[in-house]
Nanobody, 123 residues
């Protein structure tokens, strides 16, 4: 069992930046591919980015490419999402999750989820 806790969300103006953190406890998740998803009101949860256990492989949704950077520090059992050039359409609750098998951009492939952190981008 692993518990995931996100932090770093908040209110930012368009064009601004935020860095989200996801810290794991309960057991190390350094051996897991991990990902970030987001869910806006009235919309389905969507994939944002994922990172392999070593950090050498990263995957991004088209909406995140060039603006977001996913990284991890396994010594701290923490994963990050640096978000730059934020847009109002990035407004959502952001969730981190631990991958347990399947397709990396499919939420069904992730078993453990954090509670989410709200990101609001004003225009």
């Amino acid at each position: 069992q692993v518990q995931l806790v996100e932090s770093g969300g908040g209110l930012v103006q368009a064009g601004g930046s935020l860095r989200l953190s996801c810290t794991a406890s309960g057991r190390t998740f350094s051996g897991d591919t991990s990902g970030w998803f987001r869910q806006a009101p009235g919309k389905e949860r969507e994939f944002v980015a994922a990172i392999g256990w070593s950090g050498s492989r990263t995957y991004y949704a088209d909406s995140a490419k060039g603006r977001f950077t996913i990284s991890r520090d396994n010594a701290k059992n923490t994963m990050y999402l640096q978000m730059n050039s934020l847009k109002p359409e990035d407004t959502a609750v952001y969730y981190c999750a631990a991958f347990t098998g399947g397709i990396y951009d499919d939420a069904k492939s992730y078993t453990y989820w954090g509670q989410g952190t709200q990101v609001t981008v004003s225009s």
